[in-house]
Every structure is written in C-alpha cells, then in structure tokens.
C-alpha cells in the first residue's frame, strides 16, 4: 500500500523534519513576496495616465517618470529576490553552513588556535560569511547604483567613491561585529543558567552606545557633516524645538547629494542631547543639485552638471520646519521609546527562547552539525531559521503600527500649525524622490511602513479645512 504524506512525514527523523520545514518556509514566504510584487507591478504596468484625484498633485510628466522607476526597482528586486532565495537554498542543500565552520577550524588550527579556541574559530567563520556576502552582494549593489538609479538621475556617486565606500563599510562593520560577538560568545559561554539575562543586557548596553556614537564618530566616516549656519531656518528649528520642549543641542547638514539625490531627515541623541540632521537635498537652499557650478570650474562640476536631470530640489523653510515637525512629533508622542521598549522585549524574548532550544542537538544536526554544538552556529540557527514565522509575523506586526504612528506624528505637525506646509512637503519630497502614489492594497498593507501619500494628504486635507 502507498504510504500517505502524513505518513512519510511522521517517519523522517527529527533533524530532517526541522531541515525541510525551514525550507519549505523560507520558499512560502518568497513565493508570498513574489505574488505581492507581481500585484504592484501589475498596478505600475496599467496606471499610465494620473488617475483624477491626483490631479492637483502630480503632473503628468513626473508621474510617468516616477512609473517606470519603480517598475524597474520592482523587476530589479524580483531577480535579486529570486538569487538570494536561490543562493540561501544551495548554502543549505549543499552543506555550505558546516564546511565555512570546518574550513575556518582549519584556518584558526593554522594560527595556532586548536578547537578549544571556539570563539576564535566563530570570528573567522563570521569574517569570511560576511565577506561571502559581501562579493555575492556586490554585482547587484553595482547594478542598482550604477543602472537603476543612474538611469532615473538619482546616482551622483562615481564608481571610485562607490568602491571606497564598500571597503570602508566592510572594514567598520567588522571592527564593530567581530569584538561584540566575541564577548558575546563568551558571555554565553560564562553566563551559567541564567545566561540569557546577561547576553540580553549586553546586547541592550551594545546598542545603546551604538546609537551614541553612530552619529558623532561612524557615520562622519561616509558624509561630511556641518553644523547649519546661523541664519533664519536655524532660529526657526530652534523656537519650535523649544516649543515642544525638545532638548535640541546641534543642528546638521549632511552631505546627501555626494551619494544620491534622495532626500530625509532624522534626530538622534539620548536625555538632554538631541541633534537634528537634515539631508542637503531636503533643503531648496544647500541642494547641490540646485546651484549652478561656477564657469569653467573642474571635473567634479562636470560630473554634477551633467547629472542635474530633476532642477529646483528640496523644500522651502516653512516646508523643511512642517517635515521637522513631523519628526519631532515622533519623539514627543514617545513613538522612539516605545520602539525602544519593543524591540528589547522581542530581544528578551529571542535570548529566552534560545536558552530554551539550545541545548537540542537535532537542531544542530538538521544543519550539518552532528559532532559539535558551536554556540554561534546555535545562534544563527535559532534567529536566523527557526524564528523565521515569528520574525515575519513581528515584521507585519511593526509595519502596521509604523503606519499609526506616522498618522500621529502628521497630526501633531497639524496642532502645530504645519498642516499646510506638509501637506506641500510630502508632494514636493514624493517628487524628489520620485514615489508612485498607486498601490496595490495588499502590497501597501504588507510593506509599507509609511501611509501611501494620498492617505497622508487627506488626513491632512481634513485638518486644512477645518
């Protein structure tokens, strides 16, 4: 009689069991994303004329232009969406997760660290996964700088400062992964029973002085950052500040326009410390992109000139005041805190569980690991494959509540009087940054964090009335 697969199922070990469910998954979950960009492209594909409530908004011109960005964007992501599922099949089909673990014991046993040395052994395997991911990610990052956003006059980066960036990048991120995860490792390896309280405060100590210094020591490492001259924008920003009673201590232009026409603005900064950064292609008066280079200035100018495709960018004063506003009422509305507050719940959460499953050996054994439980190799098992449903879950869950708390921050900017000069700025940096208003429902509802802009807009249309 034929077996049923109820049946087959039930009579694979464990390890196979676990091994195919991660599978199986992780291809669900693609194939979901998958059918989700095909709905959106179909929308891109088909809205080819300004649909009549965008009228006011949009021209007919930017709209189109904005049309086959994000139609290129979405065919990029399905073939780079379609590698990477590929690629993280053939790493686990093919064992590549335990034969990077035995070449680096190789490696370390040739530096003289034998196996006892398991944290030595964990940072080479890191440093060369990373690296892995690192080349394998490189073609496609080449690509989308260099043709998509080439093509729709957003990349203002040559390749030699494209190249260096890399470089740069990869040598930080390893100055900062490789000595946390050691302590890491040994935290957990010392950590006794209740290890997992102290793995989650170092954790939580680890990004908080991160967010300290990512401003004032990392990210000036990439862009240059001035502080904004004195002036009326900057007495502007600082009354409205202290109207809320933001502790605001520094205000920053950063250098956007070296990298890409793309606009944004942030604050960062613990307690009484606050510093707002504003991108210079948010701002009509220090966009690059706006200034006329001087005659016969040298090469760079060129390379700009030639590139200054979309002219007048960026946002008048009262506009760039309405976007702070917004930002600003993320932090008064305590949106910051509370994402503070969830994501170390979810991290307790995570190190508990891990605490729980990291002594079951089939979990090791499904991924190649039948002699040996290294504690790094557990924590890429358990966050990265097991976790994967709840992570997603998480995911959509945070996205929804991103989206309330965009609405919130939209509407404390309107108490603020900036009803208008928003409701101005989110046309304005929708065009900059070239955004098709039209989505598909169920596409917006799984990915966008922020309200699609004509939701945004009638919010505030409401308020301008009022």
């Keep these: 009689a034929m077996a049923l697969p109820g ?16 599978l199986l998954f992780s291809w669900a979950v693609y194939l979901w994303e998958a059918f989700l960009a095909h709905r959106q492209r179909r929308v891109y594909r088909t809205t080819t004329h300004v649909p009549q409530e965008l009228g006011q908004i949009m021209d007919s011109e930017t ?23 590929v690629e993280g099949t053939m790493i686990l089909l093919c064992g590549g ?3 990077l673990w035995n070449l680096s014991g190789r490696i370390s046993g040739r530096a003289g660290f034998g196996p006892e040395y398991e944290i030595v ?6 440093l060369l996964a990373t690296l892995f991911s690192a080349v394998t990610g490189l073609p496609w990052s080449l690509y989308n700088t260099f043709v998509i956003e080439e ?7 040559t390749l030699g400062f494209f190249l260096k960036d890399a470089i740069k990048k990869f040598i930080v991120t390893q100055c900062i992964l490789l000595p946390v995860t050691s302590l890491l490792l040994y935290i957990i390896k010392i950590g006794g029973d209740y290890f997992f309280i102290y793995a989650w405060l170092f954790t939580l100590v680890v990004s908080l002085v991160l967010v300290t210094i990512y401003a004032d020591y990392i990210a000036p490492l990439f862009d240059k950052f001035i502080p904004l001259p004195e002036g009326e924008l900057k007495q502007q920003i600082e009354t409205m500040a202290k109207s809320i009673d933001f502790p605001l201590t520094k205000v920053y232009v950063v250098e956007g326009s070296k990298r890409s026409s793309h606009s944004n ?22 966009s690059a992109l706006n200034k006329e280079p001087a005659e016969g200035e040298d090469g760079e100018n060129e390379e700009t000139k030639s590139k200054t495709k979309n002219k007048k960018q960026g946002c ?5 005041l309405a976007v ?4 600003l009422g993320h932090w008064k509305l305590g949106h910051t805190i509370k994402n503070i507050i969830i994501s170390q719940m979810n991290s307790f959460l995570c190190f508990f569980l891990f605490a729980v499953l990291i002594g079951r050996k089939e979990l090791f054994a499904a991924f190649g690991f039948y002699d040996t439980q290294p504690t790094l190799i557990g924590l890429m098992i358990i966050f990265q494959f097991i976790f994967s449903p709840y992570n997603e879950v998480l995911s959509f869950c945070l996205t929804v509540l991103s989206r309330r708390f965009e609405f919130q921050a939209d509407a404390f900017a309107k108490e603020l009087g900036k009803a208008k000069d928003l409701y101005s700025a989110l046309i304005k940096l929708n065009k900059d940054n070239l955004g098709f208003p039209v989505s598909d429902w169920i596409f917006s509802m799984w990915h966008y964090s922020h309200p699609p802009l004509l939701e945004r807009l009638q919010a505030l249309k409401d308020a301008k009335q009022e």
């Design 7 to 22: 049946e087959l199922w039930a009579e694979l070990p464990a390890e196979k069991r676990i091994f195919c469910s991660v």
């Design 63 to 85: 709209f189109e232009k904005s049309r086959l960005y994000q139609l290129d964007k979405s065919t990029f992501s399905f073939w780079s969406g379609l590698y990477s599922e």
């Design 97 to 99: 997760i335990p034969f």
């Design 121 to 126: 052994q964990s940072l080479v395997f890191l």
């Design 151 to 157: 093509k729709h006059g957003f990349n203002q980066q």
């Design 265 to 286: 603005a942030y604050f960062y900064g613990f307690f009484k410390n606050k510093r707002i950064v504003l991108f210079d292609t948010l701002l009509e008066d220090y």
């Design 316 to 320: 008048k004063n009262e506009e760039v």
């Design 324 to 327: 702070l506003g917004h930002e």
